[in-house]
């Protein structure tokens, strides 16, 4: 313990975490982990302040058909299967109109890579969204969408996110990252892009000013050591742009998914890692000002106690989610920002709202 209490002494006072000793803190067990949730909230403290912030926005998912086939995504559909959905210019403007009725300042909008989807297609979607809800921010895409939008019109991912930036994009989801390890992707979602060029993509859209968020999605058959190197992977971006915006660590829903239903997956993370996992990041992510708590995938109560292990940010109201709804998870359509209230107060803070880039709302 007493190594540990120094070593969490020595990140407090500005000690930049190796990789080894990461490692270390996520295999903490036993009362120590509150000593690692304290010195977390600590250096949240300093970086961040008392705030938790939150975003109003909301979820459009254009289309759930998907020619991928990730083993931990509920959410997909194939060509013949029952439920599947696929949005054209009306349906889209009109769930934009409803975005901007309800005072959003964000719509997101990730989707399936339906099959006839091209770098067109996506900034079209941006552009109707644009004209049905003018000024609102859209944050949207990720990698493996650029990277699909890229093959499927035969031009470079440069091109792609100049395009969709050209098109109204504001900034892009860092999803598709999952664990930036390839022997693991090539596990839970093989025909997915690989990490080298999911960084290639990621750093292309920071240079050319798209910031990103920056994710993990861990609890199904990654190692601790994984989640360091994925951890080493976005400190390391970070310091060369410095265009993320907060990091989001998704814990994974495994109910519907065919990587939990083959065996090939553990039934989530506990709540020992989910605590950990937000501790660590702020202890290791020493570049990043925010780390957000997913309500969506942790559950209200568990993303309280992450802001109490070195979160700051609640991430948004939603009003419409799928991906999670579709693995399995429940109580993902909306938080209203009185419940968020409710939990930031009850921990002594403050909720402040926020826009997607972290401009704060008197
Ligand atoms: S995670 Fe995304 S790319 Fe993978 S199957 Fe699901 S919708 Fe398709």
């Excluded at 975003?55 to 299967?81: A, D, M, P, Y």
């Excluded at 395009?163 to 390839?182: H, Q, R, W, Y």
Aim: glycine letters at 8%; proline letters at 2%; aromatic letters at 8%.
């Amino acid at each position: 313990m007493d190594q540990l209490q120094q070593l969490l002494d020595d990140v407090c006072a500005g000690h930049r975490l190796t990789q080894q000793e990461a490692l270390k803190i996520f295999r903490v067990r036993g009362k120590h982990i509150w000593a690692v949730a304290a010195a977390a909230d600590s250096v949240r403290q300093a970086k961040a302040g008392d705030a938790v912030t939150y975003v109003r926005n909301q979820n459009i998912n254009v289309t759930n058909l998907c020619v991928n086939n990730c083993g931990f995504c509920g959410f997909s559909k194939k060509k013949g299967e029952k439920g599947i959905y696929f949005y054209d210019k009306h349906e889209i403007q009109k769930k934009a109109a409803l975005a901007a009725s309800r005072n959003v300042t964000e719509i997101c909008t990730v989707s399936g890579l339906h099959p006839d989807f091209n770098a067109e297609s996506y900034q079209n979607v941006y552009r109707w969204i644009s004209e049905a809800a003018p000024g609102v921010h859209i944050h949207a895409s990720n990698p493996m969408e650029v990277a699909y939008a890229a093959k499927k019109s035969g031009i470079s991912t440069q091109m792609v996110l100049a395009a969709m930036k050209d098109a109204g994009l504001g900034s892009m989801c860092g999803t598709a990252a999952e664990i930036l390890v390839d022997s693991v992707r090539k596990k839970i979602c093989p025909q997915k892009i690989s990490t080298s060029e999911w960084v290639r993509i990621i750093k292309e859209a920071h240079r050319i000013g798209i910031p990103t968020t920056a994710t993990i999605m861990y609890g199904h058959c990654e190692s601790e050591h994984d989640r360091v190197k994925h951890l080493g992977i976005l400190r390391k971006i970070q310091d060369e742009t410095g265009g993320f915006t907060e990091f989001v660590p998704l814990s994974f829903i495994h109910m519907n998914t065919p990587l939990y239903k083959k065996g090939l997956a553990r039934a989530g993370a506990t709540g020992r890692e989910d605590l950990l996992m937000v501790a660590v990041s702020r202890l290791f992510l020493d570049n990043f000002k925010n780390i957000q708590v997913s309500w969506v995938k942790e559950g209200v109560k568990m993303a309280q106690l992450g802001l109490l292990a070195g979160g700051n940010d609640l991430g948004g109201t939603m009003f419409e989610e799928s991906i999670s709804k579709g693995a399995g998870a429940v109580n993902t359509d909306y938080l209203d920002p009185a419940e968020m209230r409710r939990i930031a107060e009850d921990i002594g803070r403050t909720l402040v709202r926020r826009t997607t880039l972290y401009e704060l709302f008197p």
